[in-house]
């Protein structure tokens, strides 16, 4: 891109006692090891800074592994030839705590990258720590980027106080994931081969038990074991649909309806029990049952499309099942988003750089939704292409209805938010707890949190 964007607000931020610990106990509240991934060909220098070259070029930040680290490496490949002029240094860091405390120290001790990857929910802690630019809609329609171009769910949850300071990539949400093979059997697919629609617990069961008579094992299956993230999706999935809420006020009001989460978590219990699901099961090994067709539904986030395409399976995906929410669907859901963190000084060149870095992301959203995230740029979105795309465009339309993590300084993906309520609802889908005592443990622990002042 060669327009110009207005002098961007950058300045040196000085790293204050303050700033230093509210940014870096925000981002994470853990150590510093924040250990590389192999998927990166550059390194992090001195383990908290970037190697500031002079010139034109650009240091970018990401979390992605597996087949996400795949196809980010193709579209950084696809800015290199684009941009020839710029020269692109790309790091991978440890997914989670690691990486935001690594990025959020980074900027504070003014070595940080030119542009990062950070979850929606993360990048609002690192708005409050004053660690992200501000992206004006001048600097962003520099480079075409305008907000009737982005979901709108996506676009407008980033927001704060009507500003912007992370354009997003994508919607990633939950999604059921079923073997066509074992639902045709069932007699669990319409007439188009498409799964039928479950509106309430005794339509779920039943294609459970249908499942499962074929399957002769489960009839779904979702990670539990020494997993935390996966049973709190699932749980804020439906929770949602009841329009329920867990946090108010920036995180320091726990407000947990505890009849609805009641109920949710004994319809989850209820799995186990019925042995329709298995009480125990780890990551790989709920992803390894439905491979080998030991069930017929998995419950997990749409990134693990991969891993069942190179399975060469016979399956699909559709939307998570809309059991309590009628006419008002809701599921949980993230969005990676591109930021600009805090930078040292003032150089508009390079503002703009990483403005142009951002618009070729959005441009490859095509490589990016074939690994099943939906994308958030609507020229690709929206387009012909994209609505082929299957099965990706089945349950696109979850988009629209993302619940994110609520805010807080606390939560957010990978937080300790998700930790503490995961290992709650697991407890309960394990029978290792009851529901009624998974809520008496939210609530004490949380409310642990909500009562901490927050250190920004």
Not at 208 to 224: F, H, L, R
Not at 439 to 445: E, R, Y
Request: one cysteine or more; glycine letters at 10%; charged letters at 20%.
């Amino acid at each position: 891109m060669t327009t110009r964007p207005p002098q961007p607000p950058l300045g040196h931020h000085g790293l204050s006692r303050r700033r230093f610990l509210g940014g870096g106990l925000a981002a994470a509240g853990l150590g510093l090891a924040g250990a590389l991934s192999g998927c990166s060909s550059d390194n992090v220098a001195s383990g908290l800074t970037v190697s500031r070259k002079e010139g034109n070029s650009i240091d970018f930040w990401n979390l992605f592994g597996g087949g996400d680290g795949v196809r980010m490496q193709q579209m950084e490949d696809g800015y290199r030839k684009a941009a020839r002029g710029t020269k692109l240094s790309a790091v991978t860091l440890a997914w989670g705590n690691p990486y935001y405390t690594k990025l959020s120290l980074a900027t504070l001790g003014d070595k940080p990258p030119n542009v990062a990857v950070a979850h929606l929910t993360r990048a609002k802690t690192m708005i409050a720590s004053d660690l992200l630019e501000e992206l004006t809609p001048d600097a962003l329609a520099s480079v075409g980027i305008t907000p009737d171009k982005l979901n709108k769910r996506a676009w407008e949850a980033g927001l704060v106080d009507g500003k912007a300071y992370a354009v997003p990539l994508d919607t990633h949400p939950i999604v059921t994931f079923y073997n066509t093979d074992i639902c045709k059997k069932a007699g669990l697919l319409d007439s188009d081969g498409k799964l039928k629609p479950w509106t309430s617990e005794e339509e779920f069961m039943d294609a459970m038990k249908k499942a499962k008579a074929v399957t002769k094992a489960y009839g779904g299956v979702s990670a539990i074991n020494n997993e935390t993230s996966t049973p709190w999706r699932i749980f804020q999935s439906f929770y949602s649909q009841l329009g329920g809420q867990v946090l108010s006020d920036e995180g320091t009001k726990v407000v947990l309806d505890d009849e609805k989460a009641m109920k949710v978590l004994n319809f989850m219990n209820s799995w186990r029990e019925q042995k329709v699901f298995p009480g125990s099961a780890d990551y790989q090994g709920s992803i390894a049952m439905f491979a080998n067709g030991q069930a017929a539904f998995l419950f997990q986030g749409e990134w693990e499309i991969s891993t069942f395409q190179t399975a060469k399976m016979p399956f699909s995906m559709t939307l998570f099942p809309n059991v309590y929410g009628g006419e008002k669907y809701a599921c949980q859901a993230d969005s990676h988003t591109l930021v600009i963190p805090k930078q040292p000084g003032s150089d508009s060149k390079a503002f703009a750089r990483s403005l142009g870095f951002i618009r070729s992301m959005l441009d490859q959203s095509d490589i990016w939704a074939a690994g099943g995230h939906v994308p958030a740029w609507l020229p690709y979105a929206d387009s012909p292409d994209f609505k082929k795309l299957q099965p990706q465009s089945n349950y696109a339309a979850a988009a629209d209805a993302a619940v994110y993590d609520p805010d807080g300084w606390y939560s957010g993906s990978g937080s300790d938010f998700e930790i503490i309520i995961g290992s709650a609802i697991g407890g309960v889908q394990s029978g290792q707890q009851s529901a009624k005592s998974a809520v008496s443990q939210i609530h004490a622990k949380l409310g642990n949190l909500a009562n901490t002042a927050s250190p920004i």
